[in-house]
């Protein structure tokens, strides 16, 4: 029973609050928003100021205000919202009535509000209406108005007053163009010069790339279909959206051309998916003594004004200064072949593993020749290690990791060779970030107009046989075939051709297609024609499951030879470095840095020639001294299913040195491998340690089989 007289008493409680609220609040903010002056749907605001002289005029257009009087122009967005709250939220519950006011013995005149006084016409659905603004109340705080039906005066907010005081300056938007960067879809400039040409330039947005689908992509559709520069025409779209007037300089700019509108230097179009907006740019103002301002007006509207001169001039040359220097724009991943032609010698480079027209699958590819493994243990093993991890991802990314030199038509390969991953990805990076590049003192007004523009960074947009012919490319510096697939099957090649500069003092130029860009020098390093710049860096490691179980280290004189140490690995141990490293002694601690650096053999770089026994060489030095061969290192591998003594099971992998040509600097030569390399430092170090000062470190040779240690015989 308690529990539902408990419920009983609720529901009357509620039911009771509902008919209180609904007859109460309810009502009283229904009659509220009766007394409320005007609609919420204002279309119109004119404000005269006293004796009738007009102030300024407003007009919404769809979701905008636009000014009308004294001069059309948009309106400011918060200024006008700030006057729109005060006239909506205006109303005459708050006032008192006129006949009030005059059984006290006052008048109209009294509040200032007489007929002269400053006016507010209001329009809205129901129609026009007309507010009168007098004196504020003694205390300040308040201003008289008088009530469109003028039967009501009421002490509004100051702030109404203050709203509606705001000068036409206080109400015209600052923005010219009134628009968003990311509305805008396109972009024309039309370029007046002297003698009456006109050069108009078009820029397009388009969809954004693979690499960035959500970032702007512009394209210039005219003087010429090519790339633009998003991100520098982002930054100046930026500043041309947001361009404000200086001054305003009269609302009409009737037939005088003192302005230099009627043929305008400039003429902005910026088009949105819903509107367009045109921007006239005439003379210099000539009141602005620095001359960084410009008479201005937009399209359909005679009020002229001024702009900053710098966001509009930096348009001037956007066909130049806006284009995408980098002119050779393609994904890795499609490019599947170069070739490199320097003179009379070629280089074909292609990726292995990928069928012709299929670059995104993994298919193995019968028509590329496989990498032949080398029948001994000098042969790389696979998987390569990553050598240069530390350096970059090249090594274990397969866009760059599968690369070979194949024998080919015209090619200097003579055997297919793995390409080094760091070297490939390197110059695929380079290629991609070719550049054009304007010659420092290519605006020299000095220069000829034909050795300008052998300077400037965009030659030719369409090569002529006579462009051909004094840029050199008949005798052209490198050509480039580059081939691609993509994940659809379809194949193309584009060819890159680069000239020596056509004069002294002028850049080197590059051609695709029917383009001619100007370029740096350095690129010409990265193509080289010589398969030892691009041979795979990894000389030897060990085989798995294989271990270094002797070393022998010799010292070449002529054709003499002097062994300096003879070492083999003690039975029972599993890692020989491992074990010497536990002795604190010189000797072991440098016998173990060898054999460290000798189980994975790196090249910092190959020489061009093969291995030869008799190879001298006279170029690191500087002097012309030749450097023979000073050291030879034999390493005895036992390979994983042998016997260190069974025949057969141990192989021995053998290298000649020069001696330390400098700090970083010293060569190799691998007879299995037939090349000659420049060795990393820690192979230097190694054999820095045990070939300087060997009396300090090297302990007597013992006399094996009755034969002296200091044995001189002919070298091998």
């Given at each position: 029973?308690?529990?539902?007289?408990?419920?009983?008493?609720?529901?009357?409680?509620?039911?009771?609050?509902?008919?209180?609220?609904?007859?109460?609040?309810?009502?009283?903010?229904?009659?509220?928003?009766?007394?409320?002056?005007?609609?919420?749907?204002?279309?119109?605001?004119?404000?005269?100021?006293?004796?009738?002289?007009?102030?300024?005029?407003?007009?919404?257009?769809?979701?905008?205000?636009?000014?009308?009087?004294?001069?059309?122009?948009?309106?400011?967005?918060?200024?006008?919202?700030?006057?729109?709250?005060?006239?909506?939220?205006?109303?005459?519950?708050?006032?008192?009535?006129?006949?009030?006011?005059?059984?006290?013995?006052?008048?109209?005149?009294?509040?200032?509000?007489?007929?002269?006084?400053?006016?507010?016409?209001?329009?809205?659905?129901?129609?026009?209406?007309?507010?009168?603004?007098?004196?504020?109340?003694?205390?300040?705080?308040?201003?008289?108005?008088?009530?469109?039906?003028?039967?009501?005066?009421?002490?509004?907010?100051?702030?109404?007053?203050?709203?509606?005081?705001?000068?036409?300056?206080?109400?015209?938007?600052?923005?010219?163009?009134?628009?968003?960067?990311?509305?805008?879809?396109?972009?024309?400039?039309?370029?007046?010069?002297?003698?009456?040409?006109?050069?108009?330039?078009?820029?397009?947005?388009?969809?954004?790339?693979?690499?960035?689908?959500?970032?702007?992509?512009?394209?210039?559709?005219?003087?010429?279909?090519?790339?633009?520069?998003?991100?520098?025409?982002?930054?100046?779209?930026?500043?041309?959206?947001?361009?404000?007037?200086?001054?305003?300089?009269?609302?009409?700019?009737?037939?005088?051309?003192?302005?230099?509108?009627?043929?305008?230097?400039?003429?902005?179009?910026?088009?949105?998916?819903?509107?367009?907006?045109?921007?006239?740019?005439?003379?210099?103002?000539?009141?602005?003594?620095?001359?960084?301002?410009?008479?201005?007006?937009?399209?359909?509207?005679?009020?002229?004004?001024?702009?900053?001169?710098?966001?509009?001039?930096?348009?001037?040359?956007?066909?130049?200064?806006?284009?995408?220097?980098?002119?050779?724009?393609?994904?890795?991943?499609?490019?599947?072949?170069?070739?490199?032609?320097?003179?009379?010698?070629?280089?074909?480079?292609?990726?292995?593993?990928?069928?012709?027209?299929?670059?995104?699958?993994?298919?193995?590819?019968?028509?590329?020749?496989?990498?032949?493994?080398?029948?001994?243990?000098?042969?790389?093993?696979?998987?390569?290690?990553?050598?240069?991890?530390?350096?970059?991802?090249?090594?274990?990314?397969?866009?760059?990791?599968?690369?070979?030199?194949?024998?080919?038509?015209?090619?200097?390969?003579?055997?297919?060779?793995?390409?080094?991953?760091?070297?490939?990805?390197?110059?695929?990076?380079?290629?991609?970030?070719?550049?054009?590049?304007?010659?420092?003192?290519?605006?020299?007004?000095?220069?000829?107009?034909?050795?300008?523009?052998?300077?400037?960074?965009?030659?030719?947009?369409?090569?002529?046989?006579?462009?051909?012919?004094?840029?050199?490319?008949?005798?052209?510096?490198?050509?480039?075939?580059?081939?691609?697939?993509?994940?659809?099957?379809?194949?193309?090649?584009?060819?890159?051709?680069?000239?020596?500069?056509?004069?002294?003092?002028?850049?080197?130029?590059?051609?695709?297609?029917?383009?001619?860009?100007?370029?740096?020098?350095?690129?010409?390093?990265?193509?080289?024609?010589?398969?030892?710049?691009?041979?795979?860096?990894?000389?030897?490691?060990?085989?798995?499951?294989?271990?270094?179980?002797?070393?022998?280290?010799?010292?070449?004189?002529?054709?003499?030879?002097?062994?300096?140490?003879?070492?083999?690995?003690?039975?029972?141990?599993?890692?020989?470095?491992?074990?010497?490293?536990?002795?604190?002694?010189?000797?072991?601690?440098?016998?173990?840095?060898?054999?460290?650096?000798?189980?994975?053999?790196?090249?910092?770089?190959?020489?061009?020639?093969?291995?030869?026994?008799?190879?001298?060489?006279?170029?690191?030095?500087?002097?012309?001294?030749?450097?023979?061969?000073?050291?030879?290192?034999?390493?005895?591998?036992?390979?994983?299913?042998?016997?260190?003594?069974?025949?057969?099971?141990?192989?021995?992998?053998?290298?000649?040195?020069?001696?330390?040509?400098?700090?970083?600097?010293?060569?190799?030569?691998?007879?299995?491998?037939?090349?000659?390399?420049?060795?990393r430092q820690d192979f230097i170090d190694a054999m820095h340690a045990l070939t300087f000062n060997r009396s300090g470190i090297i302990p007597e040779i013992s006399d094996p089989d009755g034969i002296s240690a200091d044995n001189i015989r002919p070298a091998e």
């Amino acid at each position: 029973m308690r529990f539902k007289l408990t419920l009983l008493l609720l529901v009357a409680n509620i039911v009771t609050f509902g008919f209180i609220w609904r007859n109460a609040g309810g009502n009283a903010e229904t009659e509220i928003s009766a007394q409320a002056f005007f609609s919420a749907d204002i279309s119109e605001i004119a404000v005269s100021g006293a004796n009738g002289a007009a102030a300024y005029a407003l007009e919404r257009r769809g979701r905008d205000w636009f000014m009308t009087q004294p001069f059309a122009w948009r309106a400011d967005a918060f200024a006008v919202s700030r006057l729109l709250n005060e006239l909506r939220f205006l109303d005459s519950s708050i006032g008192f009535s006129v006949e009030e006011a005059a059984d006290a013995g006052s008048s109209l005149a009294s509040y200032g509000l007489e007929e002269t006084s400053a006016k507010v016409s209001v329009t809205d659905s129901a129609g026009t209406h007309e507010l009168r603004l007098g004196k504020t109340t003694p205390d300040g705080r308040c201003v008289y108005v008088l009530s469109p039906d003028g039967k009501v005066i009421v002490p509004a907010p100051r702030s109404l007053f203050n709203a509606v005081a705001q000068t036409p300056d206080d109400l015209r938007s600052r923005e010219v163009f009134s628009m968003r960067p990311y509305e805008i879809r396109a972009v024309t400039v039309r370029t007046a010069f002297s003698g009456g040409r006109e050069q108009r330039t078009g820029l397009v947005r388009v969809r954004g790339n693979e690499e960035s689908p959500d970032a702007a992509q512009w394209r210039f559709e005219t003087p010429v279909a090519a790339a633009a520069d998003s991100r520098l025409v982002e930054k100046r779209l930026g500043e041309l959206a947001s361009l404000g007037y200086v001054r305003i300089v009269s609302g009409d700019a009737g037939d005088s051309d003192a302005y230099g509108l009627k043929t305008p230097g400039m003429r902005f179009t910026l088009d949105a998916a819903d509107r367009s907006r045109t921007l006239l740019v005439g003379n210099a103002d000539p009141s602005d003594a620095s001359g960084e301002t410009r008479f201005a007006k937009l399209e359909n509207n005679p009020a002229v004004f001024t702009v900053p001169a710098a966001p509009v001039e930096a348009w001037r040359d956007a066909a130049r200064e806006m284009r995408d220097p980098y002119f050779l724009r393609f994904d890795p991943a499609e490019l599947i072949g170069i070739t490199i032609h320097d003179g009379n010698d070629a280089l074909v480079i292609h990726r292995m593993n990928v069928a012709r027209g299929k670059a995104g699958e993994a298919a193995e590819d019968a028509s590329v020749p496989a990498v032949a493994a080398a029948p001994d243990v000098g042969a790389v093993a696979e998987p390569r290690p990553e050598i240069f991890s530390e350096k970059s991802a090249a090594a274990a990314n397969p866009v760059y990791n599968s690369w070979q030199m194949p024998v080919a038509p015209g090619s200097s390969v003579t055997a297919a060779t793995k390409v080094e991953p760091e070297v490939i990805a390197e110059l695929i990076e380079k290629l991609r970030n070719l550049r054009a590049v304007r010659a420092p003192g290519a605006d020299d007004p000095a220069l000829s107009a034909a050795r300008r523009r052998l300077c400037d960074a965009f030659v030719a947009d369409v090569a002529t046989p006579e462009d051909i012919s004094q840029m050199k490319f008949n005798t052209p510096l490198r050509i480039v075939e580059l081939e691609f697939a993509s994940p659809d099957g379809k194949t193309r090649s584009q060819t890159l051709t680069i000239a020596p500069a056509a004069e002294e003092g002028t850049p080197i130029h590059a051609k695709t297609g029917t383009s001619i860009y100007s370029i740096t020098p350095e690129i010409l390093d990265d193509l080289d024609a010589h398969a030892a710049h691009f041979r795979d860096r990894l000389v030897f490691t060990l085989p798995e499951g294989g271990k270094i179980v002797g070393l022998k280290l010799s010292e070449l004189d002529g054709h003499l030879e002097k062994t300096l140490l003879r070492e083999a690995c003690p039975e029972g141990v599993a890692d020989w470095a491992e074990e010497l490293e536990k002795n604190a002694e010189p000797f072991p601690q440098a016998l173990a840095k060898l054999i460290r650096a000798t189980s994975t053999v790196v090249a910092v770089s190959y020489l061009p020639e093969p291995f030869s026994r008799s190879f001298e060489d006279d170029a690191y030095l500087g002097m012309g001294v030749p450097e023979p061969w000073r050291y030879r290192v034999d390493v005895d591998v036992l390979l994983a299913d042998g016997e260190k003594n069974t025949p057969g099971k141990t192989e021995t992998v053998t290298y000649f040195l020069t001696r330390r040509l400098g700090g970083t600097t010293q060569l190799a030569g691998s007879p299995a491998q037939d090349c000659i390399f420049r060795i990393r430092q820690d192979f230097i170090d190694a054999m820095h340690a045990l070939t300087f000062n060997r009396s300090g470190i090297i302990p007597e040779i013992s006399d094996p089989d009755g034969i002296s240690a200091d044995n001189i015989r002919p070298a091998e």
